[in-house]
């Protein structure tokens, strides 16, 4: 692993990927209803900031992976801790993120398929990734980036040719004021996706050039807050905030009403290809982490050897997380950004942020 190194291309093409993944999956409007666009947008302001955290902790630290500096900050034993729960906390949303595509593949594509199936195979490639090592994954993001930036485009351009692009669904804006637009981005729309920044933590230190990680962080996560924003003024503009909400996978029920001639039709299809590469970069990374982040506790040099143990966890908790998808959901939106994301992406490393400014402080009296 100490002899891998990834571009700043190669980071910008993964972190997109990972931002865009499940979050344009799972749009819902919540109460800022036709305003939320505003709350990503928001959301990836205060994100940006939020990266500064992430990126002012590897500038402390630019070889070392979190796991590991936490334990230098906070000493042996509570790091050594904190650095597990970060473990399980990788594995769990690795497995949340395998529930999300496991439901689209089996609910918009193959219905009479079981999640147990789906699950397999798509565990089976990201496993199969992470044996032929980080390297290997860098270098096929971006591949998957131009293939998700040209479907992108497609529908983007197939939506306007085929005349279902109606702006008027976005009026008013800001009908009841910046409450509710506020209320939807703390904390859910900023914990996710961009608060899920801080897996990146454990993969910075591969960067070839580290003094380049603040600036193509804060670059893609401003591409994949745009990207989001654009997708979500169209979801509301072709097929209105009712039926977002109503919707289990909202753009998919956008990009079905594309008809252009009655030529050009069925084109969720291509809208489900480009998701299941989306699902795949985001699985890959949270279980990246884990790994890595394993192996750094456990003093384990053949990190190749927890793949399938910690694959078959993932597998596992994706399939009794939830009891179907509109609890998991629930409980994706509602409990986990309170419970889960607020203290791993944002109390931790404000607490290792101050504990490090003053332990500087001390050294320099």
Not at 9 to 22: A, C, N, R, T
Not at 82 to 91: A, K, N
Not at 148 to 173: A, E, M
Request: aromatic share 14%.
């Amino acid at each position: 692993m100490d002899r891998i190194k990834i571009s700043g291309f190669q980071l910008f093409s993964v972190i997109i990927l990972f931002e865009v993944g499940s979050a344009i999956l799972v749009e819902r409007a919540s109460q800022a209803k036709q305003d939320v666009w505003l709350t990503v947008l928001v959301g990836c302001i205060i994100g940006c900031m939020l990266y500064l955290i992430y990126a002012k902790l590897h500038e402390a630290y630019p070889a070392v992976p979190f796991t590991k500096y936490v334990r230098q900050i906070w000493g042996r034993y509570i790091g050594w801790i904190i650095g597990l729960l970060y473990v399980i906390y990788y594995l769990y949303m690795a497995s949340r993120v395998l529930r999300d595509f496991e439901e689209l593949l089996t609910i918009a594509a193959y219905p009479s398929t079981s999640l147990l199936a789906v699950g397999i195979i798509m565990v089976l490639c990201v496993m199969y990734v992470a044996y032929k090592g980080l390297e290997v994954f860098f270098r096929v993001s971006e591949l998957c980036f131009f293939i998700i930036v040209f479907v992108f485009c497609t529908i983007i351009i197939f939506d306007f040719i085929s005349g279902i692009v109606h702006f008027s669904n976005l009026r008013p804006v800001l009908e009841n004021g910046w409450s509710p637009v506020l209320k939807a981005v703390f904390p859910t729309y900023l914990t996710f996706p961009f608060g899920e920044m801080v897996a990146f933590t454990m993969l910075l230190p591969y960067l070839q050039q580290h003094r380049i990680a603040k600036k193509v962080g804060i670059a893609a996560i401003t591409v994949s807050g745009v990207w989001l924003t654009v997708f979500s003024i169209l979801n509301i503009a072709v097929i209105g905030v009712n039926l977002i909400n109503r919707s289990s996978f909202p753009l998919l029920t956008a990009v079905s009403f594309i008809d252009i001639a009655g030529f050009v039709q069925r084109v969720d299809s291509l809208g489900i290809v480009s998701m299941v590469i989306l699902g795949f970069m985001k699985i890959s990374v949270f279980f990246f982490c884990s790994i890595m982040g394993s192996a750094d506790l456990f003093r384990i040099k053949q990190s190749r050897k927890l793949i399938y143990p910690m694959g078959s966890i993932v597998l596992i908790c994706s399939l009794i997380i939830a009891s179907n998808y509109i609890s998991h959901l629930n409980e994706g939106l509602k409990k986990v950004p309170y419970y889960l994301h607020l203290p791993f992406q944002i109390v931790i490393p404000i607490l290792l942020l101050g504990t490090l400014w003053i332990k500087k402080k001390i050294k320099s009296t």
